[in-house]
């Protein structure tokens, strides 16, 4: 059926490009959409949020918000402008805005409480690895260190693997990181 579609219309005027596990159709003279969808779609989960810890009292905030609105706490958003309002009016109040990707979820007073009742954490998994209590014999080590024998001091200078070499190959990491070439004959 999509064939039958795409070829009812003009090719040389609309591009698919695959974004999100949809087919969406571009101008081709519109790159920069394109370049922004493809953009958004390749990001993992490092997106810019801001992190929220929400406060105690914030279901009565929203709820004080919406009655000054005119809104009852089981009411739904009939037009946009209510909804613009209410949510500027509570971005005002708590300083944490609804996310564009998000606007379309809260349809109603009740969605509303429910997005601001939920924490943000934006820590990486890693970061997140790194503040936990773990076992006493497993300890994270964010940064590597490099075996360098003449400036070791736990193993005396001696490497496991006395003919391999340490090569730093980056240009980024040369300035960090210094290399080592092992010697190739037994002293």
Same mark, same amino acid.
């Given at each position: ?12 005027? $609309? ?15 519109? &790159?920069? $959409?394109?370049?922004? !969808? ?44 209510? &909804?613009? !309002? ?16 998000? $606007? ?43 075996? &360098? ?13 006395? &003919? ?24």
């Amino acid at each position: 059926m999509l064939r039958n579609v795409l070829s009812a219309l003009p090719a040389r005027n $609309l591009q698919v490009v695959s974004v999100r596990y949809k087919q969406k159709k571009y101008p081709k003279a519109d &790159k920069k $959409l394109q370049a922004a !969808a493809e953009s958004l779609s390749a990001r993992g989960f490092l997106r810019p949020t801001k992190p929220w810890d929400p406060p105690a009292n914030i279901e009565e905030t929203i709820t004080k918000i919406c009655s000054s609105k005119g809104l009852n706490t089981d009411a739904q958003f009939d037009a946009l402008e209510t &909804k613009f !309002a209410v949510l500027k009016a509570c971005f005002e109040e708590t300083g944490y805005d609804v996310p564009n990707s998000l $606007l379309h979820t809260i349809e109603s007073v009740a969605d509303l409480k429910e997005f601001y009742k939920t924490p943000v954490d934006t820590a990486t998994p890693f970061d997140a690895l790194k503040r936990m209590e773990l076992p006493k014999n497993l300890y994270v080590q964010p940064d590597y260190v490099r075996f &360098k024998p003449d400036k070791d001091n736990i193993f005396k200078g001696i490497s496991a693997f006395p &003919k391999s070499s340490t090569i730093v190959t980056g240009l980024k990491y040369r300035k960090k990181y210094e290399g080592y070439t092992a010697k190739r004959s037994w002293p």
